[in-house]
Nanobody, 117 residues
């Protein structure tokens, strides 16, 4: 089992920045990859970015060049640095971990990011 706790959401003006954190606990050694998803009001959840245990990263086209995922293995924490935010980035951002041989999904409760115009 893996537990995930997000923090760092809030209200920011367009053009501003926020950094989200996701602290993992439990069966840390079983984690294969971690990432961030978001769900805007009335829309389906979408993948934003992910990072594998080997450090490979993937980004959605909509956030490339603006968002950066990173990790601190000593703190079992993954970060999402979000720059040049715009109102389309408004969503609940959830941390995801895939762990174990079957790549089971674990989710945090999510943190709300609101970008005002």
């Amino acid at each position: 089992q893996v537990q995930l706790v997000e923090s760092g959401g809030g209200l920011v003006q367009a053009g501003g920045s926020l950094r989200l954190s996701c602290a993992a606990s439990g069966s840390i050694v079983s984690i294969n990859a971690m990432g961030w998803y978001r769900q805007a009001p009335g829309k389906q959840r979408e993948s934003v970015t992910s990072i594998t245990s080997g450090g490979r990263t993937i980004y959605a086209d909509s956030v490339k060049g603006r968002f950066t995922i990173s990790r601190d293995n000593a703190k079992n924490t993954v970060y999402l640095q979000m720059n040049s935010l715009n109102p389309d980035d408004t969503a609940v951002y959830s941390c995801n971990a895939r762990a174990g041989l079957v790549y089971a999904d674990y989710w945090g409760k999510g943190t709300l990011v609101t970008v005002s115009s």
